[in-house]
C-alpha cells in the first residue's frame, strides 16, 4: 500500500482488507471468510503442537499463540486471524482460580455465589496479561495485510462458567441468582463488563483489526429478560470500545435476540444456523453487517451438501448490507480440514467482484 498521505487513511494494510470493509459495509473484491474456532482441533498441526501443553499455559506463550494464531491462515487462506487464546484468560487474570478441562471446558474451583465472591474478582490491566499484548504485537508483523480479530467473552456467557462452576445445559444457576438476586447479579456482570472492556482494549492497544464479543449461550434468555438483565452490560462494553475498530457480537441460539444484540453497540451481529441472513437483516437493520452462519455439522457432509448450503448462505447474504462468511458456531473437532479449504475458496470464487 501508499504511505498515509493529507491525513487520509493509509491504503492497503488491514484496515483496508475485504473483512474489514465487508465490516464497515463497504464494498470489497469478494466476500470475506473466516471459522470461529479455525485454530483448534481440526487441525494435525495444531493437535501436534499443543500435545504436552496444558491451554491455559498455551494461552500465556506468545511464540505458541502465534504459531498456533498462524496455522488456519497458511492452511486455509481466510481473511482473518483469530487469536488464540479463551474467553476465561482475562478471568483467571483477574484471579479467579479455573483451569479449562479437556473434552469439557472451563472449570471454576469455587464458584461465585455471594458478594464477596465477586469483590475477589480483581480489575486487570496490561500487566496483568502482558503475554497477550506481546503475542498481538507478533501477530500483527507477521500477518501483514491480514487482520487479526482480538475477542473476549460476553459478560452473560462469563457470569454463567462462574455461577455454574463448569459448562451448563440449562444455565439453572445462573438464572437463579440472576431472578433472585438481582443486585448482585448486575454488580457480578458490572465487575466482567469492566474486565472484558479492559481485556478488549489491551488487544486494541496492540493493534488488532477488529474485537468479537463472544455471548455465546445468550440464547438461553428471553429477549425480554436479555434486556434488562444482560444488554446494558455488553452495551458498556462495546460502547466502552468506542468505534477505532469494529465489534462483531455473537451468540447462538440468539434468532429473537438479534435486534438487541446489534443495538448493544456492534458494528457485525453474528447469527447461527437457525436464522437465514435475509431474515436476520431484517431484524438487525440496515445500519450493520452480518456475520454466518454455515451449521458446523453440515462441514461432516458430502461435498455437494456443502457446496448447496454455502451457495444459499453466500446468496442471502446479499440482503445485508455487509456479509462475512462464517460458520454459525465454532468448527467440530470432526471435520476435515481440507473441507474448510474448500469452502474458502468457494466464497471467494462466487463472490468475486471486479475491481473498481
Ligand atoms: O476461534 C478460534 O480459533 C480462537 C480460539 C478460541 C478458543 N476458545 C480456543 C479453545 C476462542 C475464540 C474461544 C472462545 C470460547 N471459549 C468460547 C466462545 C466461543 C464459543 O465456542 O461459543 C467459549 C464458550 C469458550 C469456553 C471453552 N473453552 C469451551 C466450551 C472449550 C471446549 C472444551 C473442549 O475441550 O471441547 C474450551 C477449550 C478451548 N478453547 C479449546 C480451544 C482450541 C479446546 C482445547 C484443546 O484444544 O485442548
Given amino acids: 500500500g501508499t504511505a498515509a498521505r493529507n491525513g487520509e487513511p493509509r491504503r492497503g494494510g488491514p484496515a483496508d482488507s475485504p473483512f474489514v470493509r465487508a465490516c464497515r459495509r463497504e464494498p470489497g473484491p469478494h466476500t470475506p471468510v473466516w471459522f470461529m474456532r479455525q485454530a483448534g482441533r481440526s487441525l494435525p498441526e495444531y493437535r501436534e503442537i499443543r500435545a504436552n501443553v496444558p491451554m491455559l499455559e498455551s494461552c500465556r506463550r506468545p511464540e505458541l499463540v502465534t504459531e498456533i494464531t498462524l496455522q488456519p491462515v497458511r492452511r486455509h487462506g481466510v481473511d482473518a486471524a483469530i487469536l488464540f487464546s479463551d474467553i476465561v484468560v482475562p478471568v483467571a487474570a483477574a484471579g479467579v482460580d479455573l483451569d479449562i478441562v479437556p473434552g469439557t471446558g472451563p472449570v471454576v474451583a469455587e464458584p461465585v455465589r455471594t458478594a464477596a465472591d465477586v469483590e475477589r474478582i480483581s480489575p486487570i490491566g496490561r500487566d496483568d496479561v502482558s503475554y497477550v499484548d506481546e503475542a ?206 474448500r469452502v474458502v475458496a468457494l466464497v471467494h470464487e462466487l463472490t468475486a467482484r471486479p475491481e473498481r
Fill in 136 to 341: 498481538v504485537r507478533r501477530l500483527v508483523v507477521e500477518l501483514g495485510d491480514t487482520p487479526l480479530i482480538g475477542f473476549a467473552g460476553a459478560p452473560f456467557t462469563l457470569a454463567s462458567y462462574l455461577v455454574e462452576g463448569g459448562p451448563s445445559r440449562t444455565h439453572a444457576k445462573t438464572k437463579a441468582l440472576m431472578y433472585g438476586d438481582p443486585d448482585l447479579w448486575h454488580a457480578l456482570c458490572a465487575r466482567l463488563a469492566e474486565v472484558t472492556l479492559a481485556f478488549l482494549q489491551v488487544q486494541i492497544d496492540a493493534g488488532v483489526s477488529a474485537v468479537q464479543l463472544f455471548d455465546s449461550w445468550a440464547g438461553a434468555l428471553s429477549e425480554a429478560d436479555y434486556r434488562r438483565f444482560v444488554l446494558p452490560h455488553s452495551t458498556y462494553v462495546l460502547g466502552g470500545l468506542g468505534a477505532g475498530v469494529p465489534r462483531i457480537h455473537f451468540g447462538v441460539g440468539t434468532g429473537e435476540l438479534l435486534g438487541a444484540m446489534g443495538e448493544a453497540g456492534a458494528d457485525v451481529v453474528g447469527v447461527d444456523w437457525r436464522t437465514p441472513l435475509d431474515v436476520a437483516t431484517g431484524r438487525i437493520g440496515p445500519d450493520k453487517a452480518v456475520q454466518g452462519n454455515l451449521d458446523p455439522t453440515v462441514l461432516l457432509a458430502p461435498w455437494p451438501v456443502v457446496e448447496a448450503e454455502v451457495r444459499r448462505i453466500v446468496e442471502q447474504g446479499r440482503a445485508a448490507p455487509g456479509h462475512v462468511f462464517n460458520l454459525g458456531h465454532g468448527v467440530l473437532p470432526e471435520t476435515d480440514p481440507e473441507v474448510l479449504t
